[in-house]
């Protein structure tokens, strides 16, 4: 299993999104989808003298980091965040999007470490998101030698992909969650659930 199993604040969840789209407060149709790094502490200097078993290394860029991933998928139309997974650091962001596309979802967007996705098997052999159009961006270096109208779409769908950020820059700058707060991925998942759904709470008109 790649990803921790849902909890009672991932069910929470669902139940806020269902009152959000029965209030069309949700768009259908496409999705965002992003991960993003959560550090853990590497140090054994605790009761069990070992770090956290369920946390491991990754490298971005020139620099190592020991934890855990956040991934994000987010309504296209509206930034509202729909699904909140967690794996350790080390698992790839691509092994982790096809669980946050929803059932109705026929585009979604994201950066280029997703290069390839719609070429993954369980994704090319799923009768739905086979047919999912996928809006990657295109590296930096391909970016240079497109064309100027390729280029003009891939801002188009940056603007678009940009809505994904800013949940994941509450919950780190606002919220402090930039270091796990608990040792395994339950936990600390559970924590995430509760934060994105104060940030969509407190977007919602509900007067």
Request: aromatic fraction near 8%; avoid cysteine; charged fraction near 20%.
């Amino acid at each position: 299993m790649v990803s921790e199993q849902p909890s009672f604040t991932d069910v929470e969840g669902t139940v806020q999104n269902e009152v959000f789209d029965a209030n069309g407060w949700i768009m259908r149709g496409g999705s965002i989808v992003d991960a993003t790094i959560i550090a853990a502490p590497s140090s054994t200097k605790n009761a069990t003298g070992t770090r956290d078993p369920a946390m491991h290394q990754t490298r971005k860029g020139n620099q190592w980091y020991f934890g855990m991933k956040a991934h994000i998928g987010v309504d296209a139309g509206t930034g509202y965040v729909h699904t909140v997974t967690a794996t350790a650091a080390n698992v790839h962001d691509l092994d982790e999007a096809v669980n946050l596309v929803r059932a109705g979802d026929e585009v979604v967007y994201a950066d280029a470490g997703y290069q390839g996705a719609a070429n993954r098997p369980e994704i090319a052999g799923d009768e739905h998101l086979s047919k999912v159009a996928w809006q990657i961006a295109a590296r930096k270096g391909v970016l240079k030698t497109m064309a100027a109208p390729d280029r003009v779409a891939q801002s188009r769908q940056a603007s678009v992909r940009a809505k994904v950020e800013h949940p994941f820059l509450i919950v780190k700058r606002d919220f402090g969650f930039t270091k796990t707060r608990y040792r395994g991925l339950g936990k600390n998942l559970n924590h995430l659930h509760v934060l994105f759904a104060r940030i969509e709470r407190a977007r919602v008109p509900w007067g």
